[in-house]
């Protein structure tokens, strides 16, 4: 998959008929723990039909020296995204 678009806090890959979109919402400790966590926002959506779903997820780690994994979060200003912008 080619980006359609890449800026410092998000990245779209969109052609006619699908758009997924992956934008950081907000960089800090979140949890508290100690580690920066990325609170994210997962868009995919049909352009054609209603398929449509948006995922609000913590990337975050269990220590500073192991790998990132995706957490179900619940977050503020997922669904004020729209995937046009």
């Known amino acids: ?6 800026t410092e806090s998000a990245i779209e890959f969109e052609d006619a008929d699908w758009y997924y979109g992956i934008r950081v919402l907000q960089r800090s400790d ?5 580690v ?7 868009t995919d959506r049909a352009k054609q039909g209603s398929y449509s779903t948006q995922q609000p997820m913590l990337v975050t780690k269990y220590s500073a020296s192991s ?6 979060y619940r977050i503020d200003g997922c669904d004020r995204i729209g995937g046009e912008d």
């Not at 979140?30 to 100690?34: A, K, L, V």
């Not at 920066?36 to 997962?42: H, S």
């Open 1 to 6: 998959m080619v980006p359609s678009k890449v």
């Open 30 to 34: 979140s949890n508290n723990d100690g």
């Open 36 to 42: 920066e966590d990325l609170e994210v926002c997962f």
């Open 67 to 72: 790998l990132a994994v995706a957490l179900a």
